[in-house]
């Protein structure tokens, strides 16, 4: 009964190429997240969707399209592949209220590999 | 903006030994909250403790502690009699108010200190 899923664990693709990631979460949680992680162990956010709506969108190329079929969900998706999109992507969720800042809790990460 | 300084990249302790982890932070916000997270060589990223700006109480939870202090821009986690499982790199993360719609929660991460016990 895994809380926060990613899929897949691990993504090998050739430069210029098309991938998807997705993320489930199974705590009834409003909110939802993608972060990345470089190989500097750096992690920074991308994006945040609360009820399917997108509330955070950092500085992201228009490659990255984040998409919320519904609020347990919340895919990645990435076009035209680049080497310095290899990372750790983590998928995260937490139950949000306007005063309120709960913890957020992560997937298990998905490694990229860009060739 | 926000701001999370871990100045410690990689500590290394000998088993048993305590150990203090630092971290030092930037907000304009009067209502923030403060987190550590742990990175277990496999990876994933675990919950270790949430504390509000207003509360600045010690906390303690078996060998862990904090020790927030508002005055300094600290929240400091001290591992006590260290052991092996402990190695990991451990996360100071900033929450801020943002979003499209002032409705978002970010977190805004340190850059971590590599814990090493050793035996």
């Known amino acids: 009964d895994t809380a926060v899923s990613q899929t897949p664990k691990y993504l090998v693709t050739q430069m210029g190429n098309d991938k998807s990631i997705k993320c489930e979460q199974n705590l009834g949680h409003d909110t939802m997240y993608w972060y990345k992680q470089d190989s500097k162990k750096f992690l920074k956010i991308m994006f945040s969707y609360n009820n399917k709506e997108l509330i955070i969108n950092e500085t992201v190329p228009n490659r990255f399209s984040p998409k919320s079929p519904d609020k347990a969900h919340l895919n990645l998706h990435i076009n035209s592949l680049e080497l310095g999109d290899s990372a750790v992507y983590f998928c995260?969720?937490?139950?949000?209220?306007?005063?309120?800042?709960?913890?957020?809790?992560f997937g298990p990460g998905t490694r990229l590999t860009v060739l | 903006a926000q701001k999370v300084t871990q100045a410690q990249t990689e500590i290394s302790v000998v088993e048993k030994e305590d150990v203090t982890l630092d971290c030092v932070y930037e907000?304009?916000?009067?209502?923030?909250?403060l987190f550590w997270y742990k990175q277990p060589p496999s990876g994933e990223l675990v919950f270790l403790i949430r504390?509000?700006?207003?509360?600045?109480q010690n906390e303690i939870s078996g060998r862990y502690s904090w020790n927030f202090q508002k005055s300094t821009s600290s929240f400091n986690f001290t591992i006590t009699a260290s052991q092996v499982v402990d190695s990991a790199v451990y996360f100071c993360a900033l929450s801020e108010r943002s979003g499209l719609t002032g409705g978002g929660n970010k977190l805004t991460f340190g850059t971590g200190t590599q814990l090493k016990v050793e035996l």
């Open positions: 504390r509000n700006s207003f509360d600045e």
């Open positions: 907000t304009r916000d009067t209502t923030y909250y």
């Open positions: 995260a969720s937490s139950q949000e209220g306007w005063n309120s800042y709960n913890e957020q809790f």
